[in-house]
């Protein structure tokens, strides 16, 4: 099953403050504040996963993933909203539920646009490597994987290369929290990454972090890219609800010449 979701919006901010220059958006609340987005089933078909239901915490949310549903490897990819070349930092924000967690887990990508193109669904292990959905592996691509078979489990990939395994916290089984993945990026390239749980959404309720320390990823070329969620059931499954998804991401241009100044740094072009 694949469906596009033909409802646009603009970025809902977009601000250059002094020194700063940000591009922020509400990529989805499911109630028609959305970016353009492709759900797609690519493994059983989905029967009651992969739809758009009510009364989630502000209204609408997609149901990626379903408890009773099996061999599931469900997808929900955003089309590109801004160029992000030269970014320095950039922050994912999602408000999340899970209930009947045996199998499998889920991912959030940050995919390499020029790579993987501007739009569509892309399926993890499509350039050769693990094609699990709760792992997040795309090339040049940066992926967190919430894995819940045999405990939960989280790791941090960059072009298929993951770090160690750490366990996290879910909020409570049939209770909506969130979560929030933070990147900052320096000019050689150096992706420092950090993960946090909330019992409640919104970022709020009590915080549980996913890595005991930041996450190190090097060389990063990663340059435009766009944001993907993966969830996967297996002989065992899970349910997975997602609400109030965002992404922001930053660049610095203090001279205001529309280079970024990572860039400049690098090439000594300040």
């Known amino acids: ?89 950039a922050s994912f924000k999602m408000d999340f539920r899970t209930d009947l967690v045996a199998a499998d887990g889920f991912s959030v990508a940050f995919l390499d646009s020029e790579i993987h193109g501007e739009t569509g669904v892309v399926r993890a292990g499509s350039t050769a490597l693990d094609g699990v959905e709760e792992r997040g592996l795309y090339s040049n691509s940066i992926g967190v994987g919430f894995r819940t078979f045999n405990g939960t489990n989280a790791t941090v990939n960059y072009n298929g290369a993951q770090g160690i395994d750490s366990q996290y916290v879910l909020p409570d089984a049939g209770t909506w929290g969130s979560m929030e993945i933070t990147m900052d990026r320096d000019a050689n390239g150096t992706v420092a ?35 993907q969620i993966a969830g996967r059931t297996g002989g065992s499954s899970m349910t997975l609800d997602i609400d109030n998804i965002e992404l922001n991401v930053s660049a610095g241009d203090s001279d205001g010449d529309g280079l970024a100044d990572r860039w400049e740094e690098q090439y000594g072009l300040s």
């Not at 599931?72 to 930092?89: K, L």
């Not at 950090?194 to 990823?217: D, N």
């Open 1 to 89: 099953m694949k469906i596009l979701n033909k409802r646009t919006i603009l970025p809902l901010t977009l601000a250059a403050i002094a020194n700063f220059e940000a591009t922020g958006a509400v990529l989805a609340d499911f109630d028609g504040n959305d970016a353009v987005y492709a759900i797609d089933s690519v493994k059983t078909p989905a029967f009651n996963a992969n739809q758009i239901l009510t009364d989630g915490p502000t209204g609408s949310y997609l149901h990626l993933l379903d408890g009773g549903e099996g061999d599931a490897g469900n997808y929900i990819s955003f089309d590109s909203v801004t160029p992000t070349n030269g970014w320095t930092a």
């Open 193 to 227: 990454l950090e993960a946090v749980v909330y019992s409640e959404p919104g970022q709020q309720g009590t915080a549980f972090p996913v890595f005991t320390e930041a996450q190190t990823l090097e060389n990063v070329t990663l340059e435009n890219f766009r944001l």
